[in-house]
Structures are given as structure tokens and as C-alpha cells.
């Protein structure tokens, strides 16, 4: 028993570098987002405004639900008869990751991908294409099915929904700048609230304009290190960091060997998701919401070294 | 993984909690009284077998300490090896207490080589059915399957009625993750 390493620690150690970056992301936004309502009540935008805006991006978020994105795609709920090794192996991994076992989807196009939505773990579903299937061998599979519930683990899709919801805010004033400007207007006419006027106008759409840019840096920004989390915690749940290295190239692969009548398919989808918030593991990079292919495999091999150092 | 972990993306598997399957020994009574099934003579560890030559160390280790132990235990030790990348520790003994201890052992040789986070599973054959007691959750499930991917859930939730008193079981039949064709 000579062999042993006396120690408790977990052989992947911790990210500290990562969760930092991501922590400094997260708080610039917060204080880009406490601004910007300093900015609004400043301005004396009329509360009715600011609360109906409010409430009806909080109400295009709601509503943009899963079930609307699932459809959108194309996806179809896979009964675990059907699938029977792609659901054992996702039990697996959710019991490992103390998750519960979310449903799985099926996308019937040759460009090999997945993606996870769902708020809360309760609700997950986890979508995979064919094209990942019928290119990826089991254990790659295992990889990204691994980097998904990862996702689901984090709660991506409610932390970035969160992270966007400002943002979607600003966008609003700015495309709806006539009508938000004709109520402040308004208001001044009638003697409420007492100030404002033009240059308020201006300054609340300008405050918008520059929230919007800078918070969709910080979000696009935010995505990729939570995907970096994800890559992260596919090493770790599966114990093998290669298994995911390999399948991303093979999906990068299958992504430029795809016709574009079957990527035509999924960018209608694509373009469905207005902000990042649904997950997709895409080795895209026009979205730029991914990292490169070159600096993930980087990472995995990093960690494969650590685990080896251990 | 609390709220903090999830904000900040930080993977991090609850260490196994490995303490709580010596409720079995007292609730062996229950079993076979008021379940009248009798343990079957083979349990197992579930791990996820890791990429790692300090991985590898382990398994020595494990057949030494398991075998080392043989004198007043009387169990054999068997690994395998599943297609989904799972490494089975199999103990074989008509003692349903020494197939505790043993379990209980190995897990804490895992535990202390740094790998508390692979340990998935322990499970135990009772007849036709299996209990597993899930390392995540410290907590005991039923599991009856009656062919390669259908389990019959009506008498899983009547062993959880009736061993309820007994053993910490777990409450949401969501996380009663099956394990299909065991080795054991």
C-alpha cells in the first residue's frame, strides 16, 4: 500500500484562474447593468415605462421556454426503448454527476452536434443529433454527453438568461426608442416627474446603446468560459479528458464535411436563439459563444497532465 | 455543489459519502422478515475507472487488502470491467455482513487515494432484486428489473414502504438510477 497517495483531494484539483475570470465577467456586468438603471431613474423615465419593459422582456424570456426551443429545432423526446445504450450511459453519468436523468432528444440531421436546455435540472432535456451519433464511437459520445450535463450542472441556460436579461432590456429601449421617448415625452407635458425632456431622451437612449455593445462582449465572454466549465467537467465525469479532445475534433470535422442544405436546417434554428440563452455545443465559431477548437483541446490536455501528476 | 459552485462553473462531484451503508447491517433483519428474500451472496462497488496510473495503483492495493483480510472473511474478489468504461468490485460470500465490511473497506481505500468521486454505486442481490446504495446521495434504492431494460416499479416502491424505517431510502424515484445487467 506503499503506492497510495495519502490524500483526499479530488485529482482535478480546482480552476482557479477560470472561476476568477468568470467571476470578474459576471461582476462587470453587474456593475454595466447597476449603471444603466442608475442611468434610467436618473433620466426620471416614467416607472410605468421602465415596468412594462421590464415585464415584457422577463415575459419574451419565459416564453422563448424550452418546450418552443425543442420545437423550433426539429427535436424529438427519445423513449429509452429506442435508444436503450445512449440512455444507460446518460443514467450513468447523471447518478455520478448527482443529477437526475434528464430526457434525451433526437435531431434527425447529418451535422453533428447537441445542445442542453432546461432552467433547472428537473427539466433538462439534452438534444443530439444524428450526425453525432452515427461519426462519434461510444466513448466520445459519453464526452459530450458529459460536457451537456455539465451545462445542466452549472445552470447555463438560467445563469445566462439572467446574465442577458439587461441586456435584452437595453436592446428593447434602443429598437423601441420612439416609443419609449414619446411616453417620457409625455410625461414631461403633463407636469409628472418635472424634468427629462430631449436631452434626457437622448442620454437614456445612448446609455442603452453602449449597455447593449459592452454586456454583449461580457455575455459572449461568459458563454465561452462556461463552455471551458463544460469541457472541464466532461474530463471529470468521464475520467478521461482525451475522450472529449477527440470528439470536438470529429465534430469540427463533421461540421465542414456537412452540406450546406443540412446546415441551412439548423441555422433557421440558430437563429431562433436571439441571445446565448440556450446552451448549444457548437464548435461554430461564427458564434463566437465557443472558444477555439485549438485553445479547448489546450485546456484538456492540461488537465489530462494534471491527472497524470497526481 | 452548492449555488456559489454553479455560479462560478466550478465542477466538483460530492465526495462519496460512504458512512451511511452499515445501516444495511441492521436493516438485514427487515429484509429478510418482512421482504422474505435472503441476500444472494454477491455485492458489488460501481466506479468509474479513471484515466490514471495512480488509478491503476489502487487495484493492487484492493487485492491485497481484500485478500490480506481473508482470514476471518469469508468472501471472494472478482473485478470486471463493463462496456460503459465502469469498473465492477465484486464480492462473492454467503455473509451478507462481510459483504458490507468488504465494501465498506474498499471504498475507503478509494476514498483515501483521492478518487471518493468515481465511486458510483454499491449494490446488493436480495433473490431477484438488487439494493443499491448510491454514494452520491447516501442513500439506499430498490432496483427490480425484470428483463434487459424494463424494471417492475410497483414492487420497487413497495420494498421503499417497507424498508422506509429501516434504511436511509431515497425518496425521489427520479434518482432510483437503474443499473442494467449486473454482474452480480
Given at each position: 500500500?506503499?503506492?497510495?497517495?495519502?490524500?483526499?483531494?479530488?485529482?482535478?484539483?480546482?480552476?482557479?484562474?477560470?472561476?476568477?475570470?468568470?467571476?470578474?465577467?459576471?461582476?462587470?456586468?453587474?456593475?454595466?447593468?447597476?449603471?444603466?438603471?442608475?442611468?434610467?431613474?436618473?433620466?426620471?423615465?416614467?416607472?410605468?415605462?421602465?415596468?412594462?419593459?421590464?415585464?415584457?422582456?422577463?415575459?419574451?424570456?419565459?416564453?422563448?421556454?424550452?418546450?418552443?426551443?425543442?420545437?423550433?429545432?426539429?427535436?424529438?423526446?427519445?423513449?429509452?426503448?429506442?435508444?436503450?445504450?445512449?440512455?444507460?450511459?446518460?443514467?450513468?453519468?447523471?447518478?455520478?454527476?448527482?443529477?437526475?436523468?434528464?430526457?434525451?432528444?433526437?435531431?434527425?440531421?447529418?451535422?453533428?452536434?447537441?445542445?442542453?436546455?432546461?432552467?433547472?435540472?428537473?427539466?433538462?432535456?439534452?438534444?443530439?443529433?444524428?450526425?453525432?451519433?452515427?461519426?462519434?464511437?461510444?466513448?466520445?459520445?459519453?464526452?459530450?454527453?458529459?460536457?451537456?450535463?455539465?451545462?445542466?450542472?452549472?445552470r447555463d441556460v438560467a445563469v445566462l438568461s439572467l446574465a442577458s436579461f439587461f441586456a435584452m432590456v437595453a436592446a428593447f429601449i434602443v429598437q423601441q426608442f420612439f416609443f419609449i421617448g414619446f411616453t417620457m415625452e409625455g410625461d414631461r407635458r403633463q407636469g409628472r416627474g418635472g424634468g427629462g425632456g430631449g436631452q434626457a431622451i437622448i442620454l437614456v437612449w445612448l446609455a442603452s446603446v453602449v449597455v447593449w455593445a459592452i454586456s454583449y462582449v461580457l455575455i459572449r465572454t461568459l458563454s465561452r468560459y462556461r463552455e471551458y466549465a463544460a469541457d472541464r467537467g466532461s474530463a471529470i465525469l468521464t475520467g478521461h479528458p482525451g475522450y472529449l479532445a477527440t470528439a470536438l475534433q470529429k465534430i469540427q470535422t463533421g461540421v465542414r464535411q456537412t452540406p450546406s442544405r443540412d446546415l441551412r436546417q439548423v441555422e433557421s434554428m440558430s437563429a431562433f436563439f436571439i441571445f446565448p440563452a440556450v446552451r448549444k455545443d457548437s464548435v461554430m465559431e461564427i458564434f463566437a459563444t465557443h472558444p477555439s477548437l485549438e485553445h479547448r483541446i489546450q485546456r484538456l490536455e492540461k488537465l489530462q497532465q494534471q491527472m497524470e501528476k497526481k | 455543489m452548492g449555488l456559489f459552485d454553479a455560479l462560478f462553473g466550478r465542477t466538483k462531484l460530492s465526495p462519496g459519502k460512504t458512512d451511511a451503508l452499515f445501516a444495511l447491517s441492521t436493516a438485514a433483519l427487515d429484509i429478510e422478515t418482512r421482504l422474505d428474500s435472503a441476500y444472494g451472496g454477491k455485492a458489488a462497488i460501481v466506479l468509474r475507472a479513471v484515466d490514471n496510473s495512480a488509478y491503476d495503483a489502487i487495484s493492487k492495493d484492493l487485492h491485497d487488502l481484500l485478500n490480506l483480510g481473508g482470514r476471518d472473511f469469508r468472501a471472494s474478489v472478482s473485478m470486471h470491467q463493463d462496456n460503459m468504461g465502469f469498473q465492477w468490485i465484486i464480492l462473492e460470500g454467503p455473509d451478507l455482513e462481510d459483504a458490507i465490511n468488504g465494501l465498506h473497506m474498499t471504498a475507503d481505500l478509494i476514498k483515501q487515494a483521492g478518487f471518493a468521486d468515481s465511486l458510483l454505486a454499491a449494490m446488493f442481490r436480495f433473490g431477484d432484486w438488487y439494493l443499491i446504495y448510491s454514494y452520491r446521495r447516501a442513500t439506499f434504492y430498490p432496483f427490480v428489473p425484470t428483463g434487459r431494460s424494463s424494471r417492475q416499479e410497483s414492487r420497487e416502491f413497495r420494498i421503499r414502504q417497507t424498508l422506509a424505517n429501516a434504511l436511509p431510502m431515497e425518496k425521489d424515484p427520479e434518482r432510483w438510477y437503474p443499473l442494467w445487467d449486473p454482474p452480480i
Open positions: 500500500m506503499t503506492t497510495m497517495a495519502k490524500s483526499t483531494r479530488p485529482w482535478y484539483g480546482r480552476d482557479v484562474g477560470l472561476s476568477f475570470r468568470m467571476g470578474l465577467t459576471m461582476f462587470l456586468l453587474l456593475a454595466l447593468y447597476a449603471a444603466f438603471v442608475l442611468v434610467l431613474l436618473l433620466a426620471q423615465v416614467p416607472l410605468f415605462t421602465l415596468i412594462t419593459v421590464l415585464v415584457l422582456v422577463a415575459l419574451s424570456q419565459v416564453l422563448l421556454s424550452d418546450q418552443i426551443v425543442l420545437w423550433a429545432s426539429g427535436a424529438r423526446i427519445l423513449r429509452p426503448e429506442e435508444t436503450p445504450e445512449l440512455h444507460r450511459i446518460l443514467t450513468r453519468l447523471a447518478q455520478l454527476a448527482d443529477l437526475p436523468t434528464p430526457k434525451l432528444a433526437w435531431i434527425n440531421t447529418r451535422l453533428p452536434n447537441a445542445f442542453a436546455i432546461g432552467k433547472n435540472p428537473k427539466s433538462a432535456v439534452i438534444a443530439v443529433t444524428r450526425g453525432l451519433i452515427e461519426r462519434l464511437d461510444a466513448s466520445e459520445i459519453e464526452a459530450v454527453l458529459a460536457h451537456e450535463l455539465t451545462h445542466i450542472k452549472n | -
